[in-house]
């Protein structure tokens, strides 16, 4: 016998969030991350929280928050931090910096590197791992000296969700679509409508969850030659910005590069890096000591 199914009532809406809670939520947060939210995220940011507020069942945004800040295991400060970031990326995005990678950097720096000493390459934030699997391509099939030199390429993102997600190594046609058919041949096997990159150059990257302003965690980035950190810093705000300026400066041996993105420059936020052109490609350079 046929029935009719007694429609879903819709669930009760989140509690409201009073805009004094909001205020000092950010505050937090920009604090923890460096990442400010302006006016125009509000709707982004409440519908956020909202979302984990009933995943952990809180019923006020105060108690919540007072999880968030003093919960012990920090599990729920790095879901709410995985809800915040926006990740959206594909394979060989801004490429011709990879081009000016191979071209230009690599064999500057092995002028002055033995093969025996490791050249390091950082990508941050690297999302779900496009981009360091398209630099770990672009050497081997672009950079003729790619066999004599030990390359390490690491790669990190604030997010915990994402690296999982870059080292399983799965991905849609959408996320290949400038793959040329003979890399996707190459390095990917097709499964069930996605692809699953080779299981050797997911193991070539070393990936791990970092937050730039976590002074303790950036220790181990050090001595790096060439630093992609693309499309991050626009999230921040001038005091963060230069704050992480300073960390990837840090980061990098003297003559390093780092990469932005298209629409970022160095210049507006220090004066410490030295701006480096590559045809029209333009490059930021920590200079040497003796400079």
Request: charged share 25%; glycine share 4%; with cysteine.
């Amino acid at each position: 016998m046929l029935s009719v199914a007694t429609p879903s009532r819709d669930p009760a809406p989140a509690p409201a969030i009073p805009p004094e809670d909001y205020a000092r939520f950010c505050e937090f947060f920009y604090r923890k991350t460096g990442i400010m939210f302006g006016a125009n995220k509000t709707y982004f940011v409440e519908r956020r929280l909202q979302e984990r507020m009933a995943a952990t069942k809180s019923a006020t945004f105060r108690d919540y928050f007072t999880m968030v800040r003093f919960q012990a295991s920090g599990e729920e400060m790095q879901s709410l931090v995985n809800a915040m970031t926006v990740n959206e990326t594909y394979f060989y995005r801004e490429d011709y910096q990879f081009d000016a990678l191979v071209r230009h950097l690599l064999p500057e720096i092995a002028r002055t590197r033995a093969p025996s000493d490791p050249i390091r390459l950082w990508s941050m934030p690297c999302s779900t791992g496009e981009e360091p699997y398209s630099i770990a391509m672009q050497i081997l099939e672009n950079w003729p000296q790619a066999d004599e030199y030990s390359v390490e390429i690491l790669a990190s993102d604030i997010d915990s969700r994402v690296i999982a997600e870059a080292k399983h190594g799965r991905y849609s046609a959408r996320a290949l679509h400038r793959l040329t058919p003979t890399l996707r041949n190459r390095y990917f096997t097709p499964v069930d409508g996605d692809f699953r990159l080779c299981a050797e150059l997911r193991g070539s990257i070393d990936f791990s969850v970092v937050n730039i302003t976590d002074t303790f965690a950036m220790r181990r980035f050090r001595h790096l030659d060439v630093i992609f950190c693309r499309n991050m810093l626009i999230y921040f705000d001038d005091n963060s910005r230069r704050q992480a300026v300073e960390a990837l400066y840090e980061s990098l041996r003297p003559g390093g590069y780092i990469c932005l993105g298209h629409s970022e420059s160095m210049s507006r936020i220090s004066s410490v890096f030295r701006p480096r052109k590559f045809g029209a490609t333009i490059l930021y350079q920590r200079p040497l000591d003796n400079d």
